[in-house]
């Protein structure tokens, strides 16, 4: 319907152009005198060059999108470089072009010059560019370039899409920061070891690519000149320093920074050499196995730049519903709310093989409220560790932790 009613529109425009033409010329036939033949002369570049782009195709008219590069990191800022070129010479008026961009961009498409209103006349190659701030995380398509032109007095209009397929992704942004493993835990707080994890050398179960602060009687030399690439060999890690994370995925104002502190504390741990699992259930449930390595950090960040709060359960049921979550000695459970109920499930887990820290993120220099402590009390009691994170200050997590 909306196709045939364009296709009207265009049909009714050429009619009336031609309407104007014959008005014109009847005028100056049957009037006579300079005012009128001045008038019809005047108007007729106008209408031929009217007529001539009714015809005109934008299929000789190619549009690319160019961008520095693919991978982001929230808050990063984007430059887009388009590059308009066509075949012929033929002018044009004005040029509008539009980059339509998602919904999750569509915020800042006023501001960021996404729509560039360009005078092209005879050239055949123009080039421009714009930004978007502060890219959102998120995996963000670009489809669809929108052209439009006409003529000066608007009597004849042409507008076209170029389908296009490109995309970016912007990881979670995340904070640098120190993991060190919680030992052991007392009615005043709980300590944490400033060692880096220990591993098992006498066996080793395989290679992987070298992280910083691996030991030179690590790296496996034949694998190396194999590779090209230095490569180290992989320990069997001490049980106690295995983490398994489990992050909240209902829909929360802080959902954000939730994010954003999980990327880091994943970083941190691989960072630190020990090995982390991950546990995510919002509109469909993404769990990652307990390993170490670049590569698992790439997965993990791959998948929280596109995680949603959508879930339709609280965590608390999610902890009571992942029944093999009892086997891990080290449970990290990542919120935003802190309820009775996610206390009381919790407690359920606590043995004496192992041990369950439950972050509660908060927004800059806001504080838990009087339940909230009350909850912190009733979880302490219940051998559960308890941690108030402030968005923007998650290093401070851990040095909060050493002084405890």
């Given amino acids: 319907m909306k196709s045939l009613f364009v296709t009207a529109k265009k049909v009714w425009k050429l009619i009336l152009l031609f309407l104007l033409i014959f008005i014109t010329f009847s005028y100056a036939m049957f009037q006579g005198g300079f005012v009128s033949w001045f008038l019809f002369y005047s108007f007729l570049p106008f209408a031929i060059y009217a007529l001539l782009l009714s015809f005109y195709s934008f299929n000789h008219i190619q549009v690319t999108r160019t961008f520095h590069k693919n991978e982001f990191n929230a808050g990063e800022a984007l430059k887009v470089e388009m590059t308009m070129q066509r075949k012929s010479s033929f002018p044009l008026f004005f040029l509008l072009i539009e980059d339509t961009l998602c919904d999750s961009l569509r915020y800042s498409q006023e501001q960021n010059g996404a729509k560039s209103f360009l005078f092209p006349w005879f050239k055949r190659e123009l080039s421009w560019e714009y930004q978007i701030s502060e890219l959102p995380r998120g995996e963000h398509h670009f489809q669809n370039i929108r052209m439009k032109t006409g003529d000066p007095l608007g009597l004849i209009e042409k507008e076209s899409f170029i389908q296009t397929d490109q995309k970016i ?8 920061m120190i993991y ?52 180290t060999k992989e320990f069997e ?10 992050m909240d995925c209902a829909p929360n104002s802080r959902f954000e920074a939730v994010v954003s502190f999980s990327a880091s504390i994943i970083r941190a741990i691989l960072q630190k050499g020990a090995q982390v699992g991950f546990l995510s ?7 990652f196995p307990v390993r170490g390595g670049e590569n698992q950090q790439m997965q993990l960040f791959f998948h929280l730049a596109k995680v949603r709060d959508n879930s339709a359960v609280q965590l608390d049921r999610v902890l009571e519903i992942e029944g093999f979550l009892l086997q891990q000695n080290n449970l990290m459970l990542i919120t935003a709310e802190l309820t ?28 838990l409220s009087q339940s909230e402590l ?3 009390a009733a979880a302490n009691a219940r ?14 997590v851990y040095s909060e932790v050493a002084k405890g």
Avoid: C
């Fill in 340 to 367: 009775r109920s996610l206390i009381e499930k919790a407690g359920l887990f606590v043995s004496k093989n192992g041990s369950i820290t439950i972050f509660i993120v908060k927004n800059e220099m806001e504080a």
């Fill in 281 to 287: 259930s919002s509109a469909e449930r993404v769990a």
């Fill in 237 to 246: 890690q001490r049980q106690s320093h295995d983490v398994f994370i489990l």
């Fill in 169 to 176: 992704i912007v990881y979670p942004g995340f904070e640098e």
């Fill in 180 to 231: 060190r493993p919680l030992e052991n835990h007392y009615d005043q707080g709980m300590t944490a070891s400033k060692e880096r994890v220990q591993r098992d050398t006498s066996m080793a179960i395989g290679i992987r690519e070298y992280q910083p602060g691996d030991r030179f009687s690590w790296i496996n030399w034949k694998a190396t000149a194999r590779r090209n690439d230095i490569m």
């Fill in 374 to 376: 009350a909850l912190k």
């Fill in 383 to 396: 051998g559960l560790r308890v941690v108030l994170v402030h968005n923007g200050n998650f290093k401070a």
